[in-house]
C-alpha cells in the first residue's frame, strides 16, 4: 500500500523544478490528443432548461448547405491540426438526429480525406428519441458511426411534458431498445431533481435506464442555467437535501448494477468509458467545427481557445466565405482550466499528467493541493511509484468550493 505524505510534511515531488516566480516551461513536449466536435444547432423545439447554442426550427432545414460549411470550416481549420490523428469525433447539438443518413456519411466522408483517424476511433452522434426510426439509426451505422447518445432525460410522462421534451415514454423505450440493437455501443442521458420529482420517481427513471443495459449511462442534476426559460420562470425543484439523496441513491442503484462511476455525471461498464470526454476531462486538445463550436488547441509555445459564430446563418456565411472563427484567444490560467476539468474525474489523475498537458511545473499548484488537501478535498499521493490527485467523496459534492481553490 502506498502511504499519503501528510501535508505538513509535503515536499514538491519535482524538487528540481521552477519554483513559483522563477521561469517556467516554455511549452509542451508533445501535443496532447486531439477528437473533433461537430455543432448542429437545430431543434424541433427549444427545451425550457437548456442553455447550449441550439434554435428551433421554424423554416427548411439547411442541410446540404449546413454540411458545405462544416466542410469548408474544416479546411480552413487544417494547418491548425496538420500531420494529427483525431481519436474521437462527437456529432452533438442541437438534435443532429434532425440530419439525414446521407448527409452524415457525406460529412463523415469529408472528414476522413481530411484527417486521419485513429484505428478505433470513437464516433459518436447524438440523437432525440422522437426524431430517429430504424431506417435513420442503420443509415448512421453505416456512415461510420460506431456510438450512438440518446437523450432519453426521463421516462416519465409528466416530466417529459414539463422539460419540453418531443418524445413520450413509449417513443423513448422504443429509440433505446432499437438503438441497443443497431449500435455496440449506447448512451442513454438522463436527469434528476426535475420539477416535482420524488425520490422513488428519480429511482424509477434509474431503475429502466439500467434495466435496458447500455454500456455507458449519464445522469445530470437540472439545473437552471442563465438565459433559459427556466431560468425566466424557475419551476418548483427539490430541495437540495432531496436532491442529494437522489444523487447518493442513484450513484449506489447504477453501482449495484455494475456500472463504475469515473466522472461527476459519467456512469460506464467495466471498459467502456467514453473517449471522447475523456479526452476533455484530461485537458486533451478538441477542434470544434460548426455554429458556436469551440476549440481548445495547443502548440509548442502556447494553447488558444477558439469560439465559430454563434448564430446559423451567420456561421454559414462567414464558414462558406473562408472565416468561420469569430474569435481566438490564449488561455490566461492553465492551471485552473486543467483543474475544472481533471478534477471532476472520480479517480482523479497523475500529476505528470498536468506537466505534460500544460506545460507547467507542477510547483505551480502545489501550495493549493495542500490547502485543497488540508480542506479534506482531496487526497494526495506523492511516492517513487506514485504522484495522484484523487477528490474525495466531499470533493466530489462541493466540487465548485474545491475549483475556486485554484481559481
Excluded at 166 to 182: G, M, N, S, Y
Amino acid at each position: 500500500m502506498i502511504p499519503i505524505i501528510p501535508v505538513d510534511d509535503a515536499v514538491p515531488p519535482n524538487p528540481d523544478a521552477p519554483r513559483i516566480g522563477e521561469k517556467t516551461l516554455s511549452g509542451l513536449k508533445n501535443p496532447p490528443p486531439l477528437a473533433l466536435y461537430i455543432h448542429i444547432p437545430w431543434c424541433v423545439r427549444k427545451c425550457p432548461y437548456c442553455d447550449f447554442n441550439s434554435h428551433e426550427l421554424k423554416d427548411n432545414l439547411a442541410e446540404s448547405q449546413y454540411i458545405d460549411a462544416l466542410i469548408a470550416d474544416l479546411e480552413q481549420a487544417m494547418p491548425s491540426i496538420w500531420g494529427r490523428k483525431l481519436r474521437s469525433i462527437f456529432i452533438g447539438g442541437g438534435t443532429p438526429s434532425l440530419f439525414s443518413a446521407a448527409a452524415i456519411d457525406r460529412l463523415l466522408a469529408h472528414v476522413r480525406m481530411l484527417v486521419p483517424l485513429e484505428y478505433d476511433a470513437e464516433i459518436t452522434l447524438e440523437a432525440n428519441p422522437g426524431t430517429v426510426d430504424a431506417e435513420h439509426f442503420s443509415g448512421y451505422r453505416d456512415a461510420g458511426v460506431n456510438r450512438l447518445s440518446l437523450g432519453i432525460q426521463s421516462f416519465n410522462p409528466e416530466h417529459l411534458q414539463a422539460l419540453g421534451r418531443v418524445h413520450d415514454r413509449e417513443q423513448a423505450i422504443q429509440a433505446a431498445e432499437l438503438a441497443l440493437k443497431t449500435f455496440a455501443r449506447v448512451n442513454l442521458d438522463v436527469m434528476y431533481a426535475l420539477p416535482q420529482q420524488t425520490l422513488q420517481q428519480a429511482l424509477q427513471d434509474a431503475q429502466l435506464a439500467c434495466d435496458l443495459k447500455p454500456e455507458h449511462l449519464s445522469f445530470y442534476h437540472l439545473t437552471l442555467e442563465p438565459n433559459t426559460a427556466f431560468h425566466r420562470n424557475p419551476p418548483s425543484l427539490p430541495d437540495d437535501d432531496l436532491s442529494a439523496s437522489m444523487q447518493e441513491e442513484i450513484e449506489a442503484l447504477l453501482k449495484q448494477h455494475g456500472y463504475q462511476h469515473y466522472e461527476t455525471s459519467a456512469f460506464a461498464q467495466p471498459g467502456k468509458l467514453c473517449r471522447h470526454n475523456i479526452n476533455y476531462w484530461t485537458f486533451g486538445d478538441y477542434l470544434g467545427i460548426g455554429a458556436g463550436a469551440h476549440s481548445k488547441l495547443s502548440f509548442h509555445d502556447r494553447i488558444i481557445r477558439q469560439t465559430r459564430h454563434k448564430h446559423p446563418n451567420r456561421y454559414l456565411s462567414h464558414a462558406l466565405e473562408g472565416n468561420a472563427v469569430d474569435a481566438e484567444w490564449g488561455i490566461e490560467d492553465l492551471s485552473f482550466e486543467f483543474m475544472m476539468n481533471g478534477l471532476r474525474l472520480v479517480d482523479g489523475f497523475d500529476l505528470n499528467l498536468y506537466e505534460q498537458r500544460t506545460g507547467l511545473p507542477i510547483t505551480r499548484v502545489w501550495d493549493k493541493l495542500n490547502i485543497a488537501k488540508q480542506k479534506g478535498l482531496i487526497d494526495l499521493t506523492v511516492s517513487a511509484e506514485q504522484r495522484m490527485v484523487k477528490p474525495t467523496l466531499l470533493g466530489q459534492r462541493f466540487l465548485n468550493e474545491l475549483l475556486q481553490i485554484f481559481l
